[in-house]
């Protein structure tokens, strides 16, 4: 309309993590005590990703997906925000047992647009969900509400096959991948775990 306020340097979300991962979703050798581990992740401009499919895992990324463990992701987010590339820490609480909900608040800037948040899937080797570089922006303007489906991601770290298989660590690290096949698949479709939902506060 032409009149409408330019976009505000600062905007305030929250996001809600919906985990719909069940017996029911995947029944594929379900595991007992099906849980997330605690939401971790920043806000970020485009100069740092600290994931994406067909990269390696970093340690933190590597922890995260095998043990449910915000460190070292954390410090490598730290370590982002020390040299201008990052703002923000999101850290949040877990889901357990798997179907649930939880919920995280937080401030995004222009200048740091980027979302990158990230939950493992446990009991699991590596599994994780979570969206990286997510921007809150479309067309100049902070979007009101987004949501986003969880599908489950490998890490590369960890050849298990199954949720509750022994450790396999995989050497030399394979790139992170979507989660295809056994045991996620039915009829050779995967299901979402869950969604994000972010949505834009007023106050």
Request: charged letters at 10%; zero cysteines.
């Amino acid at each position: 309309n032409g009149t409408g306020n330019p976009t505000a340097s600062v905007a305030r979300y929250t996001v809600t993590f919906q985990a719909t991962w069940s017996a029911t979703t995947h029944p594929t050798d379900f595991p007992s005590g099906p849980h997330f581990s605690g939401l971790i992740g920043g806000t970020h401009s485009n100069a740092v990703s600290f994931w994406s499919v067909g990269a390696t895992a970093s340690d933190g990324i590597r922890n995260m997906a095998e043990l449910g463990s915000k460190s070292p992701l954390e410090p490598e987010i730290r370590a982002a925000i020390t040299a201008g590339r990052a703002a923000a820490v999101l850290s949040g609480g877990g889901i357990g047992p798997s179907p649930g909900t939880v919920s995280l608040d937080f401030e995004i800037s222009l200048a740091f647009p980027l979302v990158t948040l990230v939950s493992m899937v446990a009991p699991s080797p590596d599994w994780f969900v979570g969206v990286s570089a997510l921007s809150l922006i479309q067309n100049g303007a902070w979007i009101d509400e987004l949501r986003v489906d969880l599908f489950p991601y490998d890490a590369g770290t960890d050849g298990g096959p199954s949720y509750q298989a022994q450790d396999q660590p995989t050497l030399p690290r394979q790139p992170i991948a979507r989660l295809q096949g056994h045991p996620v698949a039915v009829n050779g479709t995967v299901a979402p775990l869950g969604t994000f939902t972010f949505r834009r506060r007023n106050n």
